[in-house]
Structure formats: C-alpha cells, structure tokens
C-alpha cells in the first residue's frame, strides 16, 4: 500500500491529511511525526549538526524512519476506508454472462 500511495503525491497528500486530521487516528503516528519534525528541527541531536556528514546522516535516518512507518499507517487507515475491490471473473465467466459466487 505504501509505494501505491508514493505513485500518486496528490492521492497520497490527501490521505496523509485526512490521517493526520481524523479524530480516529491514534496519538502514536501524530506523535512519532511530530517528534520526528522536532528532532530534525531541535539543535540538540544525538550527533550534532556540526559534524558534517554524521550529524546529517542521524537526521536523515532518524527522518526516513519515523516518515516510513507514519506513511505505513496512512496507507492502513487508507485501506481501511475505501471499500474493498470486486472479485475478479475469471474468463469463462465473463464469457458465459455468469456472475461470481
């Protein structure tokens, strides 16, 4: 569910906001995206900003991690949401008119 909803930005905004807006959406994902936000923002890190490339590279992590298993979540609420897809036909049936039991 996670790279269908990364082919699509706008489909995938738009779920992010009714995720994050929803009052049925647990507290974890809001937190884990806010303390990630904080944690990139926040001068204080596990490794500083002040080393060059380490201190870039806590934070991407970090950032990659908590952004993962947010979207993990839209994509479940998502999946949740919209009604489950028809069973397929298989080709006889579409050739005989008969409906799927």
Do not use: N
């Not at 990364?6 to 992010?16: D, K, N």
């Not at 609420?77 to 489950?84: S, V």
Request: aromatic share 10%; charged share 20%; no cysteine.
């Amino acid at each position: 569910m996670f790279l269908t909803l990364m082919r699509h930005p706008v489909r995938t905004l738009g779920a992010t906001l009714r995720f994050f807006f929803s009052l049925k959406t647990p507290i974890l994902p809001r937190l884990a995206a806010l303390l990630a936000l904080a944690y990139v923002v926040w001068p204080v890190d596990l490794i500083p900003d002040v080393a060059p490339i380490l201190g870039w590279l806590d934070d991407a992590g970090f950032a990659t991690l908590a952004f993962g298993w947010v979207m993990k979540k839209v994509g479940e609420a998502e999946a949740a949401r919209l009604p489950a897809p028809a069973p397929e036909r298989s080709q006889a049936e579409r050739a005989a008119g008969q409906s799927p039991a």
